[in-house]
Nanobody
Framework: QVQLVESGGGSVQAGGSLRLSCAAS????????MAWFRQVPGKEREKVAG???????GYAASVKGRFTISRDNANNTLYLQMNSLKPEDTGMYYC??????????????????WGQGTQVTVSS
């Protein structure tokens, strides 16, 4: 079992930056693919970034070039650096993990570990 706890959310003006963190505990050695999802009310949870074995990364088109996913294995922490934030980046951000070495193409159902979420609000 793996426990995930996000932090770092908040309110920021458009053009600003935030850095989200996700602290993992438990059987973290079994978790290779980690990802950040975001969700707004009435919409499905969407993946914005993922990091797989060998630290291969992938991004949604809407955040590519602005967001950077990374992890510190020594401290079992996942990060999401968000720059040039836009109002459409507003949402609840969730950290997620799976035991797959490569990040699955599927949506949220492909991930088995979830944090409680941290809110990001970007004002224009």
């Amino acid at each position: 079992q793996v426990q995930l706890v996000e932090s770092g959310g908040g309110s920021v003006q458009a053009g600003g930056s935030l850095r989200l963190s996700c602290a993992a505990s438990g059987n973290t050695g079994s978790t290779y693919c980690m990802a950040w999802f975001r969700q707004v009310p009435g919409k499905e949870r969407e993946k914005v970034a993922g990091i797989a074995g060998f630290d291969n990364t992938g991004y949604a088109a809407s955040v590519k070039g602005r967001f950077t996913i990374s992890r510190d294995n020594a401290n079992n922490t996942l990060y999401l650096q968000m720059n040039s934030l836009k109002p459409e980046d507003t949402g609840m951000y969730y950290c997620a993990g799976t035991q797959s070495f490569w990040c699955p193409d599927g949506g949220p159902a492909a991930y088995i570990y979830w944090g409680q979420g941290t809110q990001v609000t970007v004002s224009s």
